[in-house]
């Protein structure tokens, strides 16, 4: 169980570098358009690339290890699995 324990908070600083990448490459894309160049094309599809990359990293690894629900909202600040109540450093129960 501590392999997969690993894999969720891998997962989860994985989609928290993605999601800062996501929007730094957001912003200069924006700034970058009224250049009108061919690197704001560069930036917005980088931005896309990202995103999606960051959905499927979400979607692969951030889930709990011990119920096996998949955590969306939340999963870049959760410390315990909102459906079984377990704590993701401890694995004991936690009380909320």
């Known amino acids: ?3 997969y324990e ?10 928290k ?5 996501t929007a730094v490459s957001c912003v200069a894309g ?11 094309l560069i930036f917005i599809t980088l931005t896309f690339v990202l995103f999606a990359a960051t959905i499927y990293v979400i979607i692969k690894y951030c ?3 011990y119920c096996g629900r998949r955590i969306f909202l939340g999963v870049l600040k959760v ?3 909102p459906s079984c109540h377990r704590s993701f450093t401890t ?6």
């Open 30 to 40: 924006i700034l970058l358009a009224q250049m009108q160049s061919n690197l704001e």
């Open 6 to 15: 690993n894999t969720f908070i891998q997962g989860r600083e994985l989609a």
């Open 79 to 81: 410390t315990s699995c």
């Open 63 to 65: 889930k709990c290890p």
């Open 91 to 96: 694995g004991k129960k936690v009380r909320k």
């Open 1 to 3: 169980m501590k392999i």
């Open 17 to 21: 570098k993605l999601a800062v990448g």
